[in-house]
């Protein structure tokens, strides 16, 4: 494992957009981060691409969109955020192309924001498990959204002006991270905001939901932190726009 060190996260800026596939792709590991920053006073705010509806095979996606909702607006809640949109794409056969980079451009040029947040696009987690199609689909538009959004003959006609202001984005959950937040602080919050999740989580392990939460985004951070000062950390891929 390589020991090079990360460097923090920058933190001249003031608001954020997290836009990610689905309910709870940002609880897994992110969410310290985002309690750290709305604890500093930033603001951030999501956008979810689809509601989660084939998320659990227990629950048909009638059924099972309305809860996944419900945990990820709690989930948001515990770590300072209100403002949870979603863009009702359809869960698992998101598709990459124009119609997903207007959506993500009108809500950037909605939210205007200095940071966008995503999640992994890569093909694969670790060069082990192949990544789903809706993960790969969003995080890619949502790079390439970032600059439509501030180009005026790029979707035209969306509701909100063109926002050319985004200086990052900063993907989650990447094999090759470039940068860091010490969660010291944020840590129990990003564990509690997980457990939101909970018919989702109980649904896939047979593992207590606490000790499958907390082993999880606490393994992650403690993991982190050789490569961070010693500090546990959530880690990202930062790019400059």
Not at 58 to 71: I, K
Not at 95 to 116: Q, S
Not at 233 to 240: D, K, Q, Y
């Amino acid at each position: 494992m390589t020991t090079d060190q990360l460097e923090p996260m920058p933190d001249d800026w003031q608001r954020a957009l997290a836009i990610v596939a689905h309910p709870d792709d940002l609880e897994y590991g992110c969410a310290s981060a985002i309690a750290t920053w709305t604890d500093a006073g930033r603001e951030v705010a999501y956008v979810i691409a689809t509601r989660g509806e084939a998320g659990i095979d227990t629950l048909e996606p009638a059924t099972c969109g309305p809860v996944r909702e419900r945990e990820e607006r709690a989930s948001a809640a515990v770590v300072g955020v209100s403002s949870v949109e979603f863009l009702d794409h359809q869960d698992g056969v998101i598709e990459y192309g124009v119609a997903l980079r207007k959506d993500i451009a009108a809500a950037i040029r909605r939210h205007r924001p200095e940071l966008v947040i995503t999640l992994n696009p890569d093909d694969t987690w670790g060069g082990t498990y192949w990544n789903t199609p809706d993960h790969r689909a969003v995080g890619r538009a949502v790079l390439d959204a970032a600059g439509d959004a501030g180009n005026r003959w790029i979707f035209p006609d969306t509701d909100a002006e063109p926002w050319n202001g985004v200086r990052w984005v900063a993907v989650a959950g990447t094999d090759s991270p470039t940068h860091a937040v010490d969660v010291t602080d944020g840590l129990e919050r990003g564990v509690r905001s997980l457990m939101e999740h909970r018919a989702y989580i109980e649904a896939l392990t047979d593992e207590s939901p606490e000790t499958y939460v907390r082993d999880l985004i606490e393994g992650f951070a403690r993991q982190t932190a050789e490569r961070f000062g010693g500090r546990p950390a959530v880690t990202f891929r930062l790019f400059t726009k």
